[in-house]
């Protein structure tokens, strides 16, 4: 019960702050002189205005706006008054008083500890409305690495808290904390591991209150990538009477004796700096996107491009020329 009080005392907030259609935990607590019996039974009531009766054991004596939304959650015997409105309703603005009666021996009501209900407390908006979710991720990840995000809401209902949810699939895992005597966290943390596809996406939490209302968040992630880097080849062949350059993608039949020039091409980001040329003898002259081969021949090897970026590196398969005799 905890160690008595040499007068009737209690502790509430002068104000607590709530969402419209949701529930609020008004917390409360109180003492009293130790009796020299020690109590059998506690009744607590909860009044609006200090005359109007908006909790009591037996609900008929309750107003009727408040019966069935009020609901003592504190133990009395612990000294513990928190009273728990449920939904809450715009005109629930109080202010409130707590009043204990406990029999054979006193009754106190507190009426010089009152608390009001505020819509727009620094936790919601003037429309009632709640604040966006608040977002921790890295803006610039890597493909494949994994990567957490978290979303968290501050609110009023711990019994049944804002529902988050997350855009993107992965592992969720979910966090609840008391912040003060009348607000609590709800944090929704996601791990995934980034794919190309996520590059410059939105990643969306969501947050669904109790009464209907949802809020979202979301930021852009920017996904470097290079093991995914994807090589083509375009085949320029040259012909000196022919009035435009004929360009083939693929691998194409060429002639002996023709000049061949092979573009090189890549998807990562950030985009590829440079590039390599090299064949099963080694490393070519050329460093950029294109290769031109003069004059040739059923010899010619098959050739590979290397693409660069800051992530990495990664080649081509092998481009074979079918070269012809003429």
């Not at 908006?125 to 990840?141: A, C, H, N, T």
């Not at 944090?187 to 996406?201: C, E, G, H, V, Y």
């Not at 573009?263 to 080694?282: E, L």
């Not at 992530?311 to 092998?318: A, D, I, L, R």
Request: hydrophobic share 30%.
């Amino acid at each position: 019960q905890g160690v008595a009080a040499s007068s009737w005392t209690a502790e509430v907030p002068s104000s607590v702050s709530g969402l419209q259609g949701s529930c609020i935990v008004i917390p409360c607590s109180f003492n009293y002189p130790e009796p020299k019996i020690n109590p059998s039974e506690f009744t607590g009531i909860w009044f609006k205005d200090t005359y109007e009766v908006i909790y009591h054991p037996d609900s008929s004596n309750a107003i009727t706006d408040y019966r069935g939304r009020t609901e003592l959650v504190g133990n009395l015997r612990q000294k513990n008054c928190s009273l728990r409105i449920d939904p809450l309703h715009h005109s629930d603005e109080g202010p409130f008083t707590f009043r204990i009666e406990i029999k054979d021996y006193n009754k106190a009501s507190y009426t010089k500890h009152r608390v009001s209900i505020c819509y727009n407390c620094y936790l919601f908006l003037i429309s009632g409305s709640p604040d966006p979710p608040s977002l921790s991720v890295m803006e610039e990840v890597k493909v494949g690495e994994v990567v957490s995000a978290s979303c968290s809401v501050s609110h009023s209902c711990p019994s049944d808290p804002p529902l988050l949810t997350w855009s993107h699939s992965g592992t969720p895992s979910i966090q609840s904390r008391q912040q003060t005597n009348s607000q609590w966290e709800e944090k929704l943390t996601l791990t995934f591991r980034p794919s190309i596809a996520d590059n410059n996406q939105p990643l969306v939490c969501t947050a669904a209150y109790k009464g209907g209302m949802t809020v979202s968040s979301s930021k852009t992630i920017n996904v470097k990538y290079v093991y995914y880097i994807v090589i083509s080849f375009l085949l320029m062949m040259l012909f000196i009477d022919a009035p435009v350059d004929v360009m083939v993608e693929g691998v194409s039949s060429v002639k002996e004796g023709d000049t061949v020039e092979l573009r090189c091409s890549s998807d990562s980001n950030p985009a590829a700096h440079s590039y390599r040329w090299h064949n099963s003898r080694g490393p070519l002259p050329t460093t950029g996107p294109t290769l031109t081969l003069e004059n040739v021949t059923r010899l010619t090897e098959a050739l590979y491009c290397t693409a660069i970026n800051t992530e990495g590196q990664v080649s081509s398969s092998p481009l074979n020329l079918n070269v012809e005799c003429k």
